[in-house]
Each structure stands twice: as structure tokens, then as C-alpha cells.
T-cell receptor, first 117, second 112 residues
Framework: DAKTTQPPSMDCAEGRAANLPCNHSTISGNEYVYWYRQIHSQGPQYIIHGLKNNETNEMASLIITEDRKSSTLILPHATLRDTAVYYCIVRVGGFAGYGGSQGNLIFGKGTKLSVKP | DADVTQTPRNRITKTGKRIMLECSQTKGHDRMYWYRQDPGLGLRLIYY???????NKGEISDGYSVSRQAQAKFSLSLESAIPNQTALYFC???????????FGPGTRLTVT
């Protein structure tokens, strides 16, 4: 699996855009970029995923560079409720089973985003 | 996510006791998962099920068993609880091949 690198922490002012970077320089052509977040002690929450094209949903936008070696999750208008740990995960598309290269979601250390008033 | 519920939300039990954690979902998803989370170790997969007749071990299945009673229900049992099974347990669901998983609120289990 491609390894991801995220900054350990970031601050963002409430109402401003939060831009969370993720480096995945060893990503393979069939690997997707997934983003999850976890608010303290709650279950992880799926945010968005993409392969090559930029993606947008009601929660966020995902910008993937043309060479796919990095991506940025954008929360357009951060609120205090967006304070959480954000995880960037690179995986082949689909959960085919545990073991080898087709294992489960692997959550690294993520980026702790603090949205401040 | 209210579509995935877990009971109980908190449980304290003693070493050697049998414990069952339950998960129910109203999302209509075919796949269900059990994870545990420990501080500094992230999420680790215990068991997963692709449909009612399919049960698979995950990364750390020793000491645990599961039952998929229906498409919507997936329970996790600790046959004889031990203190190092103290953790936060999450159930999750997905549709089809998805790594787009939807997690329940978690069960905080303490084994004394």
C-alpha cells in the first residue's frame, strides 16, 4: 500500500477554509485516496474519496494533483464542529478481503485539525 | 451515524466473563465489520462479514467470535474477557466493495 504523510496538526479560524494536505508519492494507478475523520471518541466518519479527478460533495472537496502524488482535502467554511483528526488513506478500490495487499482501512496518525473561534 | 447503532455504549466487566456487543444497521448494507481502537494503535480489524453466510477473520480475531444473525445485525463476543481487551469497539458497514464505511458510535469496554 502507498504510504501517506500528513502534518500532525493544523489550526484553522472558524469560517475560513481548512486545507489539509496529504502526500502519497508511491501511489499506484489503481489506488484511491480516501479521507475520513474522527471526532474525539466517536466513530470514524467517511468524508470523500477520489481516483484521479477532483471530487466535491456536501462535506468537502478533494483536490488530487495531476501526478497523483499528493492531495488536499478542503473544508470550505470550517466550523468548531469540524475539529477532529483527519485521516488520508490510500487503498486499492474495494475491500476484497483481509490479508496481503487487500486489507482493511488502515488509519495512520492523521492530522489533528483544531478550528478556533 | 444514527443508521448504525451499537449496544451497550459502555460496559465494565470482570476477567473471565463472556461479553456480547451488538451492532444493528438500517442502511441496507451487505457488509459489516468489527474494529477495536486502542490509544496510539489506530483501528484494527477483528472480523468482517460480506453477507449473512460469510464470516472472515481480520487482523486480531483471537479471543473474539462473531455472529451475523441477519443482514442488519452483527454481534461480537468475547468468550472470556481479559484486561488487554479493554478498548473502544466500533462496528461499521459498507455496500458492495466499498471502503466507504459507515461507523457506529462505539462501545467502550473495560475489563477489570
Amino acid at each position: 500500500d502507498a504510504k501517506t504523510t500528513q502534518p500532525p496538526s493544523m489550526d484553522c479560524a472558524e469560517g475560513r477554509a481548512a486545507n489539509l494536505p496529504c502526500n502519497h508519492s508511491t501511489i499506484s494507478g489503481n489506488e484511491y485516496v480516501y479521507w475520513y475523520r474522527q471526532i474525539h471518541s466517536q466513530g470514524p466518519q467517511y468524508i470523500i474519496h477520489g481516483l484521479k479527478n477532483n471530487e466535491t460533495n456536501e462535506m468537502a472537496s478533494l483536490i488530487i494533483t495531476e501526478d497523483r502524488k499528493s492531495s488536499t482535502l478542503i473544508l470550505p467554511h470550517a466550523t468548531l464542529r469540524d475539529t477532529a483528526v483527519y485521516y488520508c488513506i490510500v487503498r486499492v478500490g474495494g475491500f476484497a478481503g483481509y490479508g496481503g495487499s487487500q486489507g482493511n482501512l488502515i488509519f495512520g496518525k492523521g492530522t489533528k485539525l483544531s478550528v478556533k473561534p | 451515524d444514527a443508521d448504525v447503532t451499537q449496544t451497550p455504549r459502555n460496559r465494565i466487566t470482570k476477567t473471565g466473563k463472556r461479553i456480547m456487543l451488538e451492532c444493528s444497521q438500517t442502511k441496507g448494507h451487505d457488509r459489516m465489520y468489527w474494529y477495536r481502537q486502542d490509544p496510539g494503535l489506530g483501528l484494527r480489524l477483528i472480523y468482517y462479514s460480506f453477507d449473512v453466510k460469510d464470516i472472515n477473520k481480520g487482523e486480531i480475531s483471537d479471543g473474539y467470535s462473531v455472529s451475523r444473525q441477519a443482514q442488519a445485525k452483527f454481534s461480537l463476543s468475547l468468550e472470556s474477557a481479559i484486561p488487554n481487551q479493554t478498548a473502544l469497539y466500533f462496528c461499521a458497514t459498507s455496500r458492495g466493495s466499498g471502503l466507504e464505511q459507515y461507523f457506529g458510535p462505539g462501545t467502550r469496554l473495560t475489563v477489570t
